[in-house]
């Protein structure tokens, strides 16, 4: 079945940076759209960024843009997600997941077919 394993969480102090990877198997990940999410306790699980298949069109939240950057690299069936000057409010858990859209980029949560188990990240003030 499709396993998506995230890594590279951990905690970081403000202004820090921090690179988060996302590995695919069983998935054909060049047919994929990828996504992160992230949920801090207590909220609701909210999009962070998405990259079309061939990463010719990307999406970011608002709260995330000109910090974060995500890429893919279609060899090693893997996205990343590059997080610069982190903030407090950037800690959560970071979650990384893929569906097989035709409908271009996507943004929700129930957009998303498959997900991973999450890597935590902590920004510390």
């Known amino acids: 079945q499709v396993q998506l394993v995230e890594s590279g969480g951990g905690l970081v102090q403000a202004g820090g940076s921090l690179r988060l990877s996302c590995a695919a198997s069983?998935?054909?990940?060049?047919?994929?759209?990828m996504g992160w999410f992230r949920q801090a306790p207590g909220k609701e699980r909210e999009f962070v960024a998405a990259?079309?298949?061939?990463?010719?069109?990307?999406d970011y939240a608002d709260s995330v843009k000109g910090r974060f950057t995500i890429s893919r690299d279609n060899v090693k069936n893997t996205v990343y997600l590059q997080m610069n000057s982190l903030k407090p409010e950037d800690t959560a858990v970071y979650y990384c997941?893929?569906?097989?859209?035709?409908?271009?980029?996507?943004?929700?949560?129930?957009?998303?077919?498959?997900w991973g188990q999450g890597t935590q990240v902590t920004v510390s003030s």
């Open positions: 997941a893929a569906d097989y859209s035709v409908a271009g980029i996507l943004n929700k949560v129930s957009e998303f077919e498959y």
């Open positions: 990259i079309s298949q061939y990463g010719g069109r990307t």
């Open positions: 069983a998935l054909t990940f060049s047919r994929s759209v």
